[in-house]
């Protein structure tokens, strides 16, 4: 089956650092892929789609300044959260569609991003 | 009215029981319908993927979209512990993003 890795699962970070979470599809090729946040019990965020060789495009009320999306290859993406500050302490999943005649979307494992 | 609602749980049955999840949405465009399963602090993985109206089984699995009524299920036949997780239903129309429910928390008690 397909499946998506991400790198780290877990890193702690302080307030007004940078921290850059890598996705990668590893047996297929990915067109397009998502970053989500998701907050303790509640349901996955969309934050933006990112496609191979363009600018990610994000969703309303995302600042594309803080989280700068690079999808540099058809099987890696990645979110680099920029001056990181508390409120930034969140669980973010990616995922990755295999093509254009499919759309399903496989996930990563996440990443527990804690900021202190 | 949110565009995908689901009943957040949580939902407890015991060993071996039928379970039924459910969502219903707003948007009679939707034609791709995925449920996932997802547990604690894990990404979600993928178990149905249905197009359209109609019945899809996998195994224990079997989903339902009923686009009349814009309902869809997810039915779990002799549910096992290992089941006890979060389960998030997510549509799409071609060309647009998928949109998830919130998720039913189900747990199933040996």
């Known amino acids: 089956g397909a499946v998506v890795s991400q790198h780290p699962s877990w890193v702690i970070c302080k307030s007004g650092t940078s921290v850059k979470i890598e996705c990668r599809s590893l047996?297929?090729?990915?067109?397009?892929m998502f970053w989500y946040r998701q907050f303790p019990k509640q349901s996955l965020m969309l934050m933006a789609t990112?496609?191979?060789?363009?600018?990610?495009?994000?969703e309303q009320g995302v600042e594309k300044d803080k989280f700068l999306i690079n999808h540099a290859s058809l099987t890696l993406s990645t979110l680099t959260v920029t001056s990181a500050h508390p409120e930034d302490s969140s669980f973010y999943i990616c995922s990755a569609e295999p093509g254009t005649a499919s759309y399903e979307q496989y996930f990563g494992p996440g990443t527990r991003l804690t900021v202190t | 009215q949110k565009e995908v609602e689901q009943d957040p749980g949580p939902l407890s049955v015991p060993e071996g029981a039928i379970v039924s999840l459910n969502c219903t949405y707003s948007n009679s465009a939707f034609q791709y319908f995925m449920w996932y399963r997802q547990y604690s602090r894990k990404g979600p993985e993928l178990l149905m993927y249905?197009?359209?109206?109609g019945n899809k089984e996998d195994g224990r699995f079997t989903a339902q979209v009923d686009k009349s009524s814009k309902y869809i299920s997810l039915f779990i036949r002799d549910s096992q512990p290992s089941d006890s997780a979060t389960y998030l239903c997510a549509m799409k129309n071609y060309g647009q993003n998928f949109v998830f429910g919130p998720g039913t928390r189900l747990s199933v008690l040996p």
């Open positions: 990112s496609n191979e060789g363009s600018k990610a495009t994000y």
């Open positions: 047996d297929f090729q990915a067109t397009t």
């Open positions: 249905t197009y359209s109206s």
